[in-house]
């Protein structure tokens, strides 16, 4: 059965939260499996360094009144992630502290997992992928419960960022831009962050909402209040739900296909507790500027490699607002990023277009392109 519990939420004041945090667990009977001195860990996305108003990263409130929720029933909280760029103690102390959390876990009593230790696992039931790098702290067989707290964002390869895409994070540093290109399709793609979510097993996932991003995400689009917080015991469920409040089709998000297929998501309509989906929906939330391809159907066989090349989009660097700083060429998987005269140049011939570099530039100056024709 797909259930997931929506919660109208107007902001981020931690007493709020944390009610609405203890009300979603309280459904789910989730509170039974905890007893004093279990560890939970707290998955967010902190994708990159950025201030939570910005609406890239899930709001350190909102992990704080769950680790509050937690605490209260005699849970040791700690706090894992890996961004997308180098994963070492140095680098993910100054992440935590630029994004809000080094305070957060002084004030509410929260470790943050800053020892950067990872171990190559198997996936005895990957369809995809066999084996992959992980965080040490989500590694099976583990006694800790995992809590996924996800951001609600459009993402340009993959069109949605929720639940399922936010494991993805449990994958170490720069490991991330070697599965990139591995698996370059988005089919291919998707089907390895399934085997990746089937091995981690969340206990229970929650997807910021509130703020959520549009656009070209996810992390170059646009903030949009949204007020929706939303909690599942299945992250496919809490998907469905999200894909739901910004007005995406199941059938458009091919991490819910994949795991469908596979009977891990059930194929049954979803259940939604708690406020109305109508008091939250989003019906013009915008888009990722990626590839619509369905009319590659239509297209003689012979000409769909080209026709697929010419409709993906593609990133572009505006150069007079690029400092220089490398960090599209450190994400990238291909190496085909260089800098010449303090300023990065992609080069289009190696480009998987996986957006790496979108999703990393610190300062939002790589864009999300395509040929006009596809722009009507």
Do not use: W
């Not at 680790?67 to 706090?79: F, M």
């Amino acid at each position: 059965m797909n259930r997931a519990y929506l919660i109208r939420q107007g902001g981020y004041d931690v007493e709020a939260l944390e009610k609405a945090a203890d009300r979603i667990f309280s459904a789910f009977g989730f509170y039974a499996r905890l007893a004093p001195g279990r560890q939970v860990i707290l998955k967010p996305n902190l994708v990159m360094k950025s201030a939570p108003e910005e609406a890239i990263i899930t709001h350190p409130k909102l992990v704080a009144a769950v680790a509050l929720c937690l605490k209260r029933r005699g849970a040791e909280v700690l706090v894992a992630e890996s961004g997308g760029g180098v994963y070492n103690t140095a680098v993910m102390k100054s992440v935590f502290r630029a994004c809000g959390y080094t305070a957060a876990a002084e004030q509410y009593g929260f470790s943050l997992y800053t020892e950067c230790r990872s171990q190559t696992v198997e996936l005895p039931r990957g369809v995809r992928c066999g084996a992959l790098s992980v965080l040490e702290p989500f590694v099976q067989p583990r006694e800790a419960l995992v809590v996924n707290i996800a951001k609600l964002k459009t993402h340009g390869m993959m069109g949605y960022s929720g639940a399922v895409k936010n494991l993805f994070g449990t994958v170490p540093g720069l490991m991330k831009p070697e599965l990139h290109c591995r698996y370059p399709e988005k089919e291919p793609f998707a089907e390895m962050l399934v085997d990746l979510c089937d091995y981690i097993r969340a206990d229970f996932s929650f997807i910021d909402g509130i703020e959520a991003m549009e656009g070209n995400g996810p992390t170059g689009g646009e903030k949009r209040f949204v007020g929706a917080l939303i909690g599942a015991e299945s992250p496919y469920a809490a998907d469905l739900a999200g894909a739901a409040v910004i007005g995406m089709r199941p059938e458009e998000i091919l991490t819910l296909q994949n795991a469908c297929a596979r009977g891990l998501c059930a194929d049954t309509p979803l259940e939604l507790l708690g406020d109305p989906l109508e008091s939250v929906r989003v019906p013009d939330f915008k888009r990722a500027r990626s590839s619509d391809v369905d009319f590659l159907t239509r297209v003689p066989k012979p000409l769909r490699p080209l026709a697929k090349k010419i409709a993906t989009p593609y990133p572009r660097i505006r150069r007079k607002s690029c400092v220089g700083c490398g960090k599209c060429a450190e994400s990238c998987p291909q190496h085909t990023i260089e800098l010449r005269g303090g300023k990065a140049q992609i080069g289009y011939a190696r480009c998987i277009r996986c957006f790496c570099c979108h999703e990393m530039c610190p300062k939002h100056v790589i864009d999300i392109r395509r040929f006009s024709v596809f722009n009507l």
